[in-house]
């Protein structure tokens, strides 16, 4: 178990950073604003300043945005004393970047522009490493992964696999260090989140008339809904009232976006309300003084609005009304 003394001054120092976080009226005089620029505009007061002020052109908010995002974690991988905690958010850019050097290797392009440099990993010296097929100089944290998932592809020859392995070797590494942190709200965050994945999977193997068979090599271990389950119900109609999920913690905010879904076949909704139920399981740090929690839930939360953002930025970009904006945007922290 972790020592929760050792983070009482992170705790203080995230609870001053909460209150930078963007309430919902301020995201809501952004929607109502004439302009992608008036938009960044309204930022001008707020944190985003400094990240705002770099663009040469407003459709560079891109840039910007994750300028702030790089900056949160590299502060709070400075900031705690575990920084297990920051890779509990920062994990998944890690693992797509992998995504991106195995691929670049295969087809021999250049995807640089699909970098996400966010976590606390050096991968341009991986990805050198790695061209050169000098596998006994690759760094030990990814060397068994890229390893593993570029042998396989030139056994079988899939670029799909990439993505399929990669994927389990992502939420495997992030239950374990979940279950090392072992604390209960992280654990529940991993489980409800590969429930929510291996969800959206299914209805995705459904549409797409997929067999049992690659069923099972997709659907993640580690969920609170047990893995053979889902064979159960790949040729059935998953609707709100589904036994697959009715007794899991994340049943409720599923009802609602199934219904929208087996209306119009679109997973955005589904998507949006795993944003929202996520938002709500952190919301418990609140109630917590001191502990690893407290900037978990910050992170997590930044990493939403984050996400609000884009949505308002894209709609701006494209002229689209301030319903369907609001529509999409995640629910705020704070």
Known sequence: MMDRNKFIQSSTTTRIYEKSLLTKSQLERMIESDSLDDALRLLNDTVYQASIAKLERSEDYEIALKDALNNTFRTFYELLPSPEVVDLISMKYEYHNLKVILKEKISGLNYSRMYINFGNFDFEKLKEEFATGDRSSLDDRYSGVINAVYDQFLEYKDPQNIDILIDKEYFKNLKEVAEELDIDLFKIYVEDLIDFTNIRTLLRCQNQKRDLNFLDRVIIEGGAIPKDKYKDFLF???DENSDLFKNSRIYYHLRESLKEYNMTKSLSVFEKSMDDYLVEVI??????????????????????????????????????????????LRECYV
């Open 236 to 238: 059935s109609k998953i």
């Open 283 to 328: 919301k418990e740090a609140k109630k917590i003084t001191y502990g690893p929690e407290v900037a978990f839930a910050y992170l997590l939360a930044k990493e939403n609005e984050i996400k609000n953002l884009r949505i308002i930025f894209v709609s701006k970009l494209n002229n689209l009304p301030a319903k369907f904006t609001r529509e999409r």
